[in-house]
């Protein structure tokens, strides 16, 4: 009990420490696009178009806007998008192309320097039967271009797909061993070409745009990472007689698919680190 104690003081000390230290990077708009994994809710400060954070406490683009201490944060992100139009639930809304499409109406041009973070989105995709990741890849490829057509200055950041093939829910499906092979394959491949889209010497988005500053995150190592001593079989759960306030820092992930606010937390400190780096 008192080693999650400690812990559980420790990571507040930590955010508070960020929060508060001069800035290496200037944040004056955040703008977010994303799927269940981004979707902050209407919790959130700023401007959310999402339905629910499917989190235990905030998710991770709201760890970096705090961190950054961002004069303006919008966030696009709808939980169940696809990385085309639609939705796990709607074939027409709130999907990651759709999202963009959605923004770039109104804002033709963007020339104040803006931090644009792109959680690709595709999970969904796979977890809707998606059987090779082409389809995918195509859409994250053309949502890229819209964004980098419409940006003349500022960071874009393109996020990794999460693994979620050691998910509780993957776990614990009738054909656990199977599912899990084949979004853990679909995802690797997925995140192969992505490389590629935003690297490549020749024709990747960094190369194609030298006005702006274009970096592609790996959240799948901080992830794996943040997780190593943490119960990654189970979900997080309130129903629970015995509960206390440190056990939320105890579980990996908040439901059977969703990353736990402590994750969310780890990725944001990495995505400020690589900005700080520019």
């Known amino acids: 009990m008192l080693r999650f104690f400690v812990f559980f003081v420790i990571f507040g000390f930590s955010e508070s420490r960020i929060l508060h230290r001069p800035r290496d990077f200037r944040c004056g708009r955040m703008i977010v696009f994303g799927d269940s994994l981004s979707d902050d809710g209407v919790e959130a400060e700023g401007e959310s178009h999402g339905f629910l954070r499917n989190s235990n406490g905030k998710v991770w683009s709201e760890y970096v806007t705090n961190m950054l201490e961002c004069e303006r944060y919008t966030n696009y992100a709808y939980s169940g998008a696809k990385s085309g139009v639609g939705n796990f639930y709607f074939d027409t809304f709130s999907g990651i192309q759709w999202q963009v499409n959605q923004f770039l109406t109104n804002n033709k041009f963007l020339a104040d320097e803006p931090l644009v973070i792109l959680q690709t989105g595709g999970t969904i995709d796979f977890f809707s039967g998606d059987t090779n990741s082409s389809e995918v890849v195509e859409n994250i490829q053309l949502t890229i271009q819209n964004i980098t057509q419409t940006m003349t200055s500022g960071t874009f950041v393109i996020l990794s ?118």
Do not use: C
Request: without cysteine; aromatic residues 6%; proline residues 5%.
């Open 161 to 278: 797909l999460l693994d979620v093939s050691n998910s509780p829910g993957v776990q614990a499906a009738e054909d656990s061993e199977a599912l899990q092979e084949r979004l853990g394959s679909l995802i690797a491949e997925t995140n192969r070409q992505l490389h590629h889209i935003v690297l490549d010497n020749d024709l990747g988005t960094r190369r194609l745009n030298p006005f702006l500053r274009v970096k592609l995150i790996d959240i799948n190592t901080i992830a794996l990472a943040a997780m190593q001593s943490l119960n990654v079989s189970e979900p997080f759960t309130h129903h629970n007689p015995d509960l206390v306030p440190q056990q939320i820092y105890r579980y990996a992930f908040h439901d059977l698919w969703n990353p736990s606010t402590i994750i969310h937390y780890q990725i944001a400190k990495e995505i400020v680190r690589n900005l700080q780096q520019f």
